[in-house]
Each structure stands twice: as structure tokens, then as C-alpha cells.
């Protein structure tokens, strides 16, 4: 009797070779075609997209940070401007209020037989208002006072010339010495 030889394997037989070329392809077939991962790709993908959406918005808030620094050095060069502006203004007031009312020289009468039209001598006597001359008494007090708030850079000459005061008056109204100082938002009295 023959033994038989229980895992023995003869080469001879061709359903060896044709399992052993099986076996070959099939590890050929994963080493050159491995199974792609879906879910590793897709996220890949998905971080790809957004990498380039911060890449856009990163660009963006560069354009938004430069508009800023563009907008804040706009916002300094108005404030510059509107400061100019008052400094002007206030210029311009304080030399309105520094011209005292010149006396009108004296001119000989036209030798004319028209009689002067009335709206020119109305304008006549506006533009010459007289000046009070300074006097050691203090106007009358009556009725209830009239108040003047002090504004940065008033002098007691222009707020006394305001009112049509002299400066011993406006003193003498506020109880105040021969050199007084001002200080702004004061409240002077300039009269009843």
C-alpha cells in the first residue's frame, strides 16, 4: 500500500502552479493598486478648499487693514483741518472784537441842496456808535443782572467793549481788583 503523506504537494500537479500565479497577481494587485481610502480623500479635499478660503480672507482683511490705516491718517488730517478751521474763526472773532468803533472824522458839509436819503443816514449811525467814556462811577444796578461767560482767551477789554462798558465798570460790577485774571467759563455780570 502506498502511504500517502498528509501536506505534501506535487509539483507536477498544475493546480499548484495555477494557485501559486493566483496568489502572485493578486500581490502584485495590492502593491501596485492599493484600495483608496474615501474618507481620508475627502477630508483632504475639505481641508484643501478651506486652506484656500482662509487664503482669500487673509488677502481680504490686508486690503481692510490698509483701508484703516488709510481712514485713521484721514481722520487726523480733519482734525487738523476742523482745529485750523477754529483757530481761524476764533482769529476772526477776536479781531471783530478788537476794533474799537473809530470816531468819524469830521468833513465839511457839501454845499448840496438835496436833502440826504434816509436809509444812508441810518447807516451813518450804526456804523458810529459812540464810546463811553470811563467814569470812577458804577452803572446803576436795576432789575436782575445780565451775565457774560468768559471764553478761552478774553480779556476784560473786550468783553467790557462788548457791552459798551469801560474796564473800572466791568470791575467795579464784579467786585473785582485792578489786575484780575479770567479764567474761562466765568460768569461775569455785564450789566441790569
Given at each position: 500500500m502506498k502511504t500517502i503523506k498528509?501536506?505534501?504537494?506535487?509539483?507536477?500537479?498544475?493546480?499548484?502552479?495555477?494557485a501559486a500565479g493566483v496568489l502572485v497577481?493578486?500581490?502584485?494587485?495590492?502593491?501596485i493598486f492599493?484600495?483608496?481610502?474615501s474618507r481620508a480623500e475627502n477630508r483632504l479635499e475639505k481641508l484643501e478648499s478651506r486652506l484656500s478660503d482662509v487664503e482669500e480672507i487673509?488677502?481680504?482683511t490686508?486690503?481692510?487693514e490698509e483701508h484703516n490705516?488709510?481712514?485713521?491718517?484721514?481722520k487726523s488730517r480733519l482734525a487738523?483741518?476742523?482745529?485750523?478751521?477754529?483757530?481761524?474763526?476764533?482769529?476772526l472773532e477776536k479781531r471783530s472784537e478788537i476794533k474799537p468803533a473809530k470816531p468819524s472824522s469830521a468833513k465839511p458839509a457839501e454845499t448840496s441842496h438835496r436833502k440826504p436819503e434816509p436809509a444812508r443816514q441810518t447807516a451813518k449811525k450804526v456804523e458810529s456808535k459812540p464810546v463811553k467814556a470811563q467814569s470812577d462811577k458804577a452803572p446803576k444796578k436795576t432789575g436782575t443782572p445780565k451775565?457774560?461767560?468768559?471764553?478761552?482767551?478774553?480779556?476784560?477789554?473786550?468783553?467790557?467793549?462788548?457791552?459798551?462798558?469801560?474796564?473800572?465798570?466791568?470791575?467795579?460790577?464784579?467786585?473785582?481788583g485792578n489786575n484780575p485774571k479770567l479764567s474761562t467759563n466765568q460768569q461775569l455780570i455785564v450789566g441790569y
Open positions: 498528509p501536506f505534501s504537494f506535487d509539483i507536477k500537479n498544475p493546480f499548484v502552479w495555477g497577481l493578486i500581490c502584485l494587485a495590492v502593491v492599493p484600495k483608496k481610502n487673509r488677502l481680504k490686508g486690503r481692510i490705516t488709510n481712514i485713521e491718517e484721514l487738523k483741518v476742523e482745529t485750523d478751521i477754529n483757530m481761524l474763526i476764533e482769529r451775565y457774560h461767560k468768559v471764553r478761552s482767551g478774553e480779556t476784560m477789554y473786550q468783553i467790557a467793549s462788548r457791552y459798551g462798558l469801560s474796564v473800572k465798570d466791568l470791575q467795579k460790577l464784579n467786585h473785582l
